[in-house]
């Protein structure tokens, strides 16, 4: 059963603040062994690249090791439930992303319910992802590829990271939105979807910008367009989707979540850390050469973020009766 918008922001925005005594005790022993970041794709992809990088700046500042856990497949379904299940302590957290918000509505069976099993902690980066070419397809700019796709209706094949994946939705908002044909070819994980588009089996692919952006920089692949509602600073010639497709937008997004019942005085401790590697100057300007800025904030904010998007891909999944793929 899932809970009502307004019960999860209330869970989200967290309990009654413990008084000081107890905060600081918890304070000074939190974190005293291992804490396992446990990410949902495969080695190398943003989410992976976006893990280690906050795992790497936890490490430091709380004298701990934060490991990062690939647990790929079933659209992140997998990652997600060993965290739902994992002891409320803080020692196992889930790296959160766009596709925990769909498959809220795409599967219709979980073994856990997200927005009641997964509380937020914070969020972490936000990003476009880039409508890229392999340079083999004649098309040179965002209305060429329009024109060069609809005169070719189901033979150009569209990659991405699986269903349900940033990638896979912005393709299917993109089509819905424009009538174009693209054949989707699903993966598991957006690493060997970016293998087979510079390779050439298959054509177009929206990917996150970080992975993308070396092959686009070395002319690997061809730009066409990011996805978010202003351009992107890394590539900042380059033309938003929306500048040709009224309304569209799409964010690649990445957060941290932790089992339901975890205190409060952990998420809050974890917050702020969070808050903190998003504040540090060195910290900024790596994700910054991934063409991606912080989102930062409180528990709540982040709750409200992962409403908005559930909501959102929710409508996207009806109406084109987006199905998960076969197990």
């Not at 291992?34 to 893990?51: K, Q, W, Y």
């Not at 700046?57 to 439930?81: H, M, Y």
């Not at 790296?95 to 914070?122: K, W």
């Amino acid at each position: 059963m899932r809970l009502p918008r307004r019960r999860f922001l209330e869970l989200a925005a967290g309990a009654a603040v413990p008084p000081v005594v107890s905060r600081f005790a918890w304070a000074q022993s939190y974190p005293s062994r291992r804490v396992l970041i446990i990410v949902g794709f495969p080695p190398g992809g943003a989410a992976d690249i976006t893990a280690r990088l906050m795992g790497q700046w936890l490490s430091k500042r709380l004298d701990q090791p934060f490991v990062i856990e690939n647990r790929p497949g079933a659209g992140t379904n997998i990652a997600t439930e060993a965290v739902a299940k994992a002891p409320a302590d803080g020692y196992t957290l889930l790296l959160v992303s766009v596709a925990n918000t769909v498959n809220a509505t795409l599967y219709e069976s979980l073994n856990f319910d997200f927005t009641r099993d997964i509380s937020p902690v914070a969020g972490l980066i936000q990003g476009p992802l880039v409508m890229v070419l392999n340079p083999s397809v004649p098309a040179k700019t965002f209305p060429e590829f329009i024109a060069y796709a609809a005169a070719n209706p189901g033979k150009i094949n569209i990659a991405s990271a699986g269903n349900g994946t940033p990638g896979h939705m912005a393709s299917a908002l993109f089509q819905i939105s424009t009538g174009l044909d693209l054949v989707d070819i699903p993966y598991r994980g957006g690493a060997p979807a970016l293998n087979d588009l510079l390779a050439g089996s298959v054509q177009v692919m929206f990917d996150n910008l970080p992975t993308s952006l070396e092959y686009i920089r070395a002319n690997m692949l061809r730009p066409l367009a990011v996805t978010t509602a202003e351009r992107s600073h890394a590539l900042p010639e380059l033309p938003t989707v929306g500048e040709f497709v009224r309304g569209y937008e799409v964010s690649s997004w990445f957060g941290i979540g932790v089992p339901r019942n975890t205190p409060t005085e952990t998420i809050d401790q974890l917050n702020r850390e969070i808050n903190a590697g998003l504040g540090d100057r060195n910290l900024r300007a790596r994700f910054a050469d991934l063409g991606a800025t912080e989102l930062a904030g409180s528990p709540a904010d982040f709750g409200k973020l992962i409403v908005k998007e559930t909501e959102k891909w929710g409508n996207l999944i009806r109406a084109a009766n987006i199905k998960p793929e076969p197990a």
